[in-house]
């Protein structure tokens, strides 16, 4: 990596997509990022399935979603901090649910954490 590429320590998750996207190295739009995140997907099924590589594999998929999200306008880091309130409350909404019926989350059915679940979407 040149000098005038950070490394990856201490910087934004797209910093390095975006000096790359300054210099040219990049997709003219957004489908070309997607097929990438779609391609990387498949590439994490396989490490799963194998049973090796799979942090390696996972980095490429979040790698390849920051890079959809730069295309989309999205901050990534915006979007996964909201995803994980969105997940707070829908999972305080399972525990209420919990606590009306008298019991525990873990004494709940899959089904009907899942019930409870989709009623708070």
């Not at 300054?22 to 070309?32: H, R, T």
């Not at 990022?33 to 396989?46: R, T």
């Amino acid at each position: 990596m040149s000098a005038g590429t950070p490394s990856s320590a201490g910087r934004s998750t797209s910093a390095p997509q975006k000096k790359a996207a300054d210099d040219g190295f990049d997709w003219p739009d957004i489908q070309g990022a997607l097929s990438k995140l779609d391609e990387e997907v498949g590439e994490l099924h396989q490490a799963v399935q194998d049973g090796a590589n799979v942090a390696e594999e996972l980095g490429d998929v979040l790698f390849a979603a920051v890079k959809a999200a730069r295309f989309a306008g999205v901050d990534p880091e915006d979007a996964l901090n909201a995803a994980c309130e969105k997940f707070i409350r829908r999972y305080g909404a399972v525990e209420q649910g919990a606590r009306d019926r008298g019991v525990s989350v873990s004494d709940l059915t899959l089904e009907e954490m899942t019930g409870l679940w989709n009623a708070a979407k």
